[in-house]
Structure formats: structure tokens, C-alpha cells
Nanobody, 121 residues
Framework: QVQVEESGGGLVQAGGSLRLSCTAS????????MSWFRQSPGTEREFVGA????????DYEDSVKGRFTVSRDGAKTTLFLQMDNLKFEDKAVYYC??????????????WGPGTQVTVSS
């Protein structure tokens, strides 16, 4: 399994923006459909958004549509999550992973360390 590391989290005021990154080591995820998930304390990890291996297809969880943008660089070595107009309820640890397109099941057995996003109201 490819190892991933997420970065770019931090503390931001409501209405602000952050850009998260996900990079791979021990391999590449260039041929995989990739996604972002998030988890808040006491809740299940939830799907946020995904991008196909080609970059031609993108989908989002309803609550982030119009505010978050998933992308990948041309070399497909880095995955991004641009988060704009952040809301208090976006506070969570964010993770990237390979995903099965359509039902958004995470396909890797383990997760990276994640990156913490905190939104102050």
C-alpha cells in the first residue's frame, strides 16, 4: 500500500480558507481515484470529495459543494483540497485515501496521520 501524508491544516476563522495537500511515499497514486475524508471527535469518518485518476471526474459530499475543490497536480503526485468559506462544522481531521468510485469506500487498510483543521466562530 502507498503511504500518504496530509498537510496544510491549521486554525482559521469562519469564512476563511485553507489548502490541504496529500503526498505519497513508497509508491504513487497517479493511477488511482483519490478522495478526502474527515473525522470529528465522536463521529464516523465521512467522505468529503473525490477525483478520478484522470482528473476528469470530481464529486463532493453535499455540505461542501460550492465551497471545497478537489484537484491533483499534472504529475498526479499530489492531491489537494481547497477549502473556502470554512464553517465551524468543517472542524475535523482530514485524510486522503484511495477510493472506489461511486460508493466512496476507502480501499486502503490504513490511513495517514491526517491534518487537523480548526475553524473558530
Amino acid at each position: 500500500q502507498v503511504q500518504v501524508e496530509e498537510s496544510g491544516g491549521g486554525l482559521v476563522q469562519a469564512g476563511g480558507s485553507l489548502r490541504l495537500s496529500c503526498t505519497a511515499s513508497g509508491g504513487t497514486f497517479s493511477d488511482y481515484d483519490m478522495s478526502w475524508f474527515r473525522q470529528s471527535p465522536g463521529t464516523e469518518r465521512e467522505f468529503v470529495g473525490a477525483i478520478s485518476w484522470s482528473g476528469n471526474y470530481i464529486d463532493y459530499e453535499d455540505s461542501v459543494k460550492g465551497r471545497f475543490t478537489v484537484s491533483r497536480d499534472g504529475a498526479k503526485t499530489t492531491l489537494f483540497l481547497q477549502m473556502d468559506n470554512l464553517k465551524f462544522e468543517d472542524k475535523a481531521v482530514y485524510y486522503c485515501t484511495r477510493v472506489r468510485w461511486g460508493d466512496w469506500e476507502a480501499l486502503w487498510a490504513s490511513w495517514g496521520p491526517g491534518t487537523q483543521v480548526t475553524v473558530s466562530s
